[in-house]
């Protein structure tokens, strides 16, 4: 039964129906627009929003003929039904793309007379901004999940095919140090004075993500069995509410496989050792820390440019450390599955693809070998 003035009904099939009314029939009689949901507040919620939108209307014509224009569902869809499923990091991503994309070139349309030409119009809009194809392929993929979503929702009949064909990745060999560049940035890090200069000697021997790196507390830090548990990763993300534009995040990594144990090497402990003993830190505060802030990605990224000019490294980020890592390790004949769970990836294949290169050393080593057997 509705309440009084609502217009939403509970349905038999568990599920709430909203109905309000969207203009008039070509017979003159009213027509009505309907929205479903499982509690009685989101069909409440969704009813006023299109209420809203169908009153703003110059005439009462451009009302029926739809159920809102793609702005509204898009907006919808965004605090309905992605915002609870996933990480405030990823939504701060997807409404992004909505806000800077998808609203400006295509959110006046009426949503029932989408199709793939809105899709590719959607498309030439953001290729025209100089973004590169991939990117722009990915932003017409998730509006793409928004018409299906509005599908779902009885607001659409068809869910139009992407114009394109998808962009086959392809793995490059990532870039890392060679030993001797390695060796010539470890001498220029000035490991027990820079707390910075220690993270990039850190994240070179434990082949942490940067954001991982930034969120190491001391409590991660077992001095008993020399090994770092990674738990949570630190990065500065978008806001859409109060004065600030960005905010630091402390959360858990986005896949289960990123929480790992990773061993220390006798040097790490000993600096570590040092570092705690020398600021007093506790279970709960930051090892990367600067005048009581904590050292955050954009600072460490800073820093690695600047070790990059003063070491005469070129192309040198803080991933490349992270490579290297991974690149030692398989030059010391480390097993695959080993170090995808050292490198927090899902799966050995990965792992593999992406690291089963040889370096320059390994191929001579090989040929040198050859050249044995021949002689």
């Known amino acids: 039964m509705a309440k009084r003035g609502e217009n939403i009904y509970f349905r038999k099939d568990g599920r709430y129906e909203g109905r309000y009314v969207i203009g008039k029939k070509s017979n003159g009689r009213t027509a009505f627009g309907y929205v479903y949901g499982r509690r009685y507040t989101e069909v409440k919620r969704k009813l006023e929003l299109l209420k809203a939108e169908a009153s703003s209307k110059h005439s009462m014509e451009t009302a029926w003929i739809g159920d809102g224009s793609v702005e509204v569902w898009l907006r919808i869809w965004l605090e309905e039904i992605v915002k609870p499923e996933i990480k405030e990091s990823s939504y701060a991503v997807y409404r992004g793309m909505v806000e800077n994309h998808m609203i400006p070139a295509v959110g006046k349309a009426t949503l029932c007379k989408v199709n793939t030409d809105t899709i590719k119009y959607l498309y030439e809009i953001i290729r025209s901004k100089k973004i590169c194809q991939g990117t722009a392929q990915n932003i017409c993929k ?28 392809t793995l490059n060999s990532p870039e890392f140090l060679s030993i001797s ?16 200069d220690f993270a990039v000697f850190f994240s070179l021997y434990t082949g942490v993500r940067i954001g991982e790196c930034c969120a190491v507390k001391w409590k991660n ?60 830190g506790t279970a709960e505060e930051f090892v990367f820390h600067s005048h009581s802030h904590v050292i955050e990605p954009r600072t460490l990224q800073h820093h690695i440019k600047k070790l990059s000019q003063a070491c005469g490294i070129a192309n040198l980020h803080f991933h490349t450390l992270r490579h290297s890592f991974a690149t030692r390790c398989l030059e010391n004949h480390i097993d695959v599955k080993t170090l995808a769970e050292l490198m927090g990836h899902s799966t050995a294949k990965f792992t593999l693809d992406w690291y089963g290169h040889s370096t320059s050393q390994q191929k001579r080593k090989y040929i040198d070998r050859l050249e044995r057997l021949t002689a």
Do not use: M
């Open 181 to 196: 560049a390695q060796e010539k940035l470890e001498e220029h890090l000035d490991t027990r004075n820079s707390i910075k």
């Open 142 to 169: 998730r509006f793409r999940a928004a018409l299906a979503a509005a599908q779902e929702a009885h607001f659409l009949t068809d869910v139009p095919k992407l114009p394109f064909k998808k962009v086959k990745k």
């Open 221 to 280: 830090i077992h001095f008993e069995d020399s090994e770092l548990l990674i738990t949570h990763t630190l990065q500065r993300i978008r806001t859409y509410s109060g004065s600030s534009k960005t905010c630091l995040q402390y959360s858990e990594p986005k896949s289960q496989s990123a929480v790992r144990r990773i061993p220390l090497t006798g040097t790490l402990v000993e600096l570590l050792k040092e570092i705690k003993q020398s600021v007093r």
